[in-house]
């Protein structure tokens, strides 16, 4: 980007809550159900049909705007927002305008060398989704009206954000507090967390804005990042042509890699705003906010700063761990199971499990997050790794079989004989085998070529089936190998 000027860009997030039923009727939320099976008179906008609003919406809204350190209006109002789409069958939207639930908020973000920025949230408000048009089928458009009536939320930050990183790192921030708090399960893919952005440029120095563009069809990380940088560039080169830029709404081409018009950029009284005739006023009490607060979790940012403070983890451990508010929880029960607690042993665990565990996670293939091993065993892998009762080679293998077997590892351990040998008179025999077979090894080892010490150590370890202690094996060797070439020396 020309140094010249600056971004200022802000983010509009759509997440589907994680309701059973919409938000104004009672059909299903489900996510892959045939065409047109979860709709009714109500969603569909039949005359006479009149809404009803799920408690639960304002409930997990309300468990967000209090994350965000949100002002939550104890009176708010729904309105129609209109506008004529064939996914729309009412030929308006339910939303909320001029008086939100939520205001004035704000979120920290943790950028790229660790410090923490402040985004401004300039508002949080309910609305219902509406429809699916597909328009790659042949040559006509099909409508699919499950998704009319499913309860969203949109966070609108304010224009904090200076360049596409810091977007992706607040957007990520979103997702992840939007997941700690069980409210929306950040599914891109499946469009149950969707974003658009706006975008403008201005010299730096200047505090007036410049025109804002907006670029939709941002499903991912990386083409929130990609589209932003193509679209400040975009910007930049327009004005430095001599140029304008026009106030539009743009969408995301990934194929290309660049933004293309969409349609001209619509101003809040196209919609033509009005209160929902339909529906009450929301009322929050001082006490319904209260019981929803103290329901919260620990949030991502604040949990991760613990867990470095409390178990001694490095930042990128910790941060690790607190990506997945399940995976934290584990970790900590994990390190609650363990019988000789320490920084080293905690960072053992938290080794474990971003390797292995996080492995199995990723098999799953987005089934969500379900951990089969129960921590109490983790925990007694790791101390009896800990303790030199088991080497690395028998640790792995019998993870695995925990794993497959549900059994306590010291139970393994012991039925199986897998305790670590350390009896040096024992493992001497092999250690002089090994080097006796292997006399061309011993050679390059002698002219320099150290490596091949490896080698050895590993014929040690092969011929005692894993159980011989690999500290000993190789300081033995070592010194096998020394006192020879002292003996042939002299």
């Known amino acids: 980007m020309n140094q010249a000027y600056e971004a200022v860009i802000g983010l509009e997030v759509h997440a589907q809550l994680k309701t059973r039923t919409k938000a104004f009727c009672g059909c299903s939320t489900e996510f892959g159900a045939p065409p047109n099976i979860n709709t009714c008179p ?22 967000i705007g209090l994350a965000t350190n949100c002002f939550i209006r104890s009176c708010s109002i729904f309105a129609r927002k209109n506008y004529f789409y064939p996914d729309l069958p009412k030929g308006y939207q339910i939303s909320q305008y001029e008086e939100p639930i939520c205001t004035d908020g704000w979120i920290d973000i943790e950028l790229d060398d660790g410090t923490l920025k402040r985004v401004g949230i300039s508002r949080i408000h309910m609305e219902e989704d509406a429809g699916k048009s597909i ?99 975009r910007h930049v080169a327009i004005l430095e042509a001599g140029g304008q830029v026009e106030h539009e709404t743009r969408l995301w081409d990934a194929v290309r890699q660049e933004t293309r018009p969409m349609r001209t950029k619509e101003h809040a009284h196209d919609y033509r705003y009005f209160p929902e005739p339909d529906l009450v006023p929301v009322v929050v009490t001082e006490e319904w906010r209260e019981r929803v607060r103290v329901t919260l979790p620990e949030l991502p940012l604040q949990r991760k700063q613990r867990l470095m403070a409390q178990y001694g983890l490095p930042a990128y451990d910790a941060g690790v761990l607190c990506e997945e508010r ?88 012991s039925e199986r004989e897998l ?46 089936r894993g159980r011989a202690n690999p500290k000993v094996v190789t300081q033995m060797v070592q010194e096998q190998l020394q006192a020879q070439e002292s003996s042939t020396a002299r």
């Open 326 to 413: 399940a995976v934290a929880d584990y970790f900590e029960a994990c390190c609650a199971q363990l019988q000789r607690p320490s920084p080293e042993r905690y960072k053992m665990v938290s080794n474990w499990i971003m390797t292995e565990v996080l492995r199995i996670l990723g098999e799953q293939q987005g089934k969500g997050v379900c951990i089969p091993l129960l921590p109490e065993h983790l925990a007694e892998l790791v101390e009896l790794y800990a303790d030199d009762i088991i080497n690395s080679r028998i640790a792995k293998d019998l993870f695995a079989e925990v794993l497959q077997t549900g059994r306590s590892p010291r139970a393994i351990v």
């Open 42 to 63: 109500v969603c569909l906008g039949h005359p006479g049909a009149l809404p009803v609003l799920n408690q639960q919406v304002v409930e997990l809204t309300l468990r």
């Open 419 to 464: 305790v670590q040998v350390s009896d040096t008179e024992w493992l001497r025999q092999m250690v002089e085998q090994v080097i006796g077979e292997h006399p061309d090894v011993v050679i390059k080892y002698r002219s320099g070529k150290t490596n091949v010490l490896g080698f050895l150590v590993g014929q040690v370890l092969q011929r005692s």
């Open 135 to 233: 328009h790659d089928l042949d040559e006509d458009t099909l409508v699919d009206l499950n998704r009319c009536g499913v309860p969203l939320i949109e966070i609108v930050s304010k224009p904090d954000l200076r360049s596409p990183r810091e977007a992706y790192h607040y957007m990520r921030q979103i997702r992840q507090l939007v997941r700690y708090l069980e409210i929306c399960d950040g599914n891109l893919e499946e469009g149950s967390l969707r974003c658009d952005a706006n975008v403008s440029v201005r010299r730096c120095g200047e505090s007036r804005l410049g025109t804002k563009t907006e670029v939709k069809n941002l499903n991912s990380f990386r083409n929130l990042e990609k589209a932003l940088e193509y679209e400040i560039q």
